[in-house]
């Protein structure tokens, strides 16, 4: 039985000048994938895909290089977002336009002009594709949110409009274990392996 560690990108250097469209990680985040990385190196993780947008790529680099596994890129696993001129954070979609947040919740995918079948249908084939690669039996899936949401709704059983509902957190890990998308066990939900902001060392009191 295989076991996928599925896990979300780390925080997204939103705002980014270079590329504002397909961000790298902010430099927070990307300290964040150097220490979950230290962790996830302890898990036998003998495969690594990726998302082909840059806040994925740069999350599963520190894991990729202490293992020396070189991440596969599947165009399946990038968010909905993918090719938009500008990302924006839900936060910043929901302070920019609120007046369409119920649109958003609705259909995310509709939001983005895009087909949510035909989304939904690309996501499954892609993580129906890594599961029936041959030779792999503990892959490292780094993502995004909604396509992380649509996989689980689909394991799940739940229409779009209930997994908007629940938030995977920055570098959360979701650990599935089966051959086949129809027959995926969910085994945790995003847990948090380390924490995403490196705890600030504590004051020291006058003597």
């Known amino acids: 039985m295989k076991q996928l560690f599925v896990v979300r990108h780390s925080l997204p250097h939103e705002g980014h000048p270079q590329w504002p469209g397909d961000p790298p990680l902010h430099p927070q985040g990307m300290r964040h994938a150097k220490r979950l990385a230290t962790v996830m190196a302890k898990l036998d993780i003998d495969s690594i895909v990726s998302s082909p ?3 994925a790529l740069d999350t599963a680099e520190p894991l990729a290089t202490r293992l020396q596994l070189r991440p596969r890129v599947v165009d399946g696993l990038a968010e909905i977002d993918q090719h938009v001129e500008r990302y924006r954070s839900i936060e910043t979609i929901r302070s920019e336009e609120p007046h369409r947040w119920t ?4 259909s995310p995918a509709r939001f983005f002009g895009k087909d949510p079948e035909a989304f939904r249908a690309k996501v499954i084939a ?3 594709e ?3 690669t041959s030779g792999t039996r503990s892959i490292a899936v780094f993502s995004h ?3 992380i949401k649509t996989l689980l709704s689909a394991v799940l059983g739940l229409p779009e ?3 908007a509902k629940f938030s995977l957190a920055y570098g ?3 650990r599935l274990s089966g051959d086949d998308v129809g027959q995926l066990r969910i085994d945790s939900m995003n847990e948090s392996l380390c924490a995403p902001i490196a705890p600030k060392a ?3 009191k006058n003597a």
């Open 103 to 106: 649109e958003f919740v609705a």
């Open 126 to 128: 892609s993580f129906q």
């Open 161 to 163: 409009t209930e997994f």
């Open 145 to 147: 949110g909604m396509t």
């Open 202 to 204: 504590p004051k020291r």
């Open 172 to 174: 959360g890990v979701t």
């Open 53 to 55: 947008q840059r806040r």
């Open 130 to 132: 890594i599961l029936h």
